[in-house]
């Protein structure tokens, strides 16, 4: 495997989490066809409980990436919005 050089800790988290979600669609769409097999689901569990994490420790340091990961739950404002989002330029 190559050695990734990233520029900052947030390009190498959006990575990990690009990789991570790849893995969930894949083994989604697997499972679309074979429903029994427990060992993907296994896998599909074991990789989405990853990425939620992966997705949650991103939005803690530097947002939200989706809305389902935006937490208004102790705050009042509305937030979404007011940081620039990776393709915006807030990866550098």
């Known amino acids: 495997m190559m050695n990734m050089h ?3 800790e947030q390009e190498k988290m959006l990575h990990d ?3 991570l979600s790849f ?3 894949e083994l989604n ?3 679309d066809t074979h ?3 427990r060992n993907a689901m296994e896998y599909f569990n074991h990789y989405n409980r990853m990425t939620n994490q992966a997705k949650k420790e991103y939005s803690a340091k530097y947002g939200p990436l ?3 990961c935006a937490d208004t739950s102790e705050c009042s404002d509305w937030k979404w919005a007011l940081s620039p989002m990776p393709w915006e ?3 550098k």
């Open 6 to 8: 990233f520029a900052n």
């Open 17 to 19: 989490i690009n990789l």
């Open 23 to 25: 893995v969930v669609v």
């Open 29 to 31: 769409l697997y499972l």
């Open 35 to 37: 429903p029994d097999d």
């Open 66 to 68: 989706t809305i389902s």
């Open 89 to 91: 330029g807030g990866c």
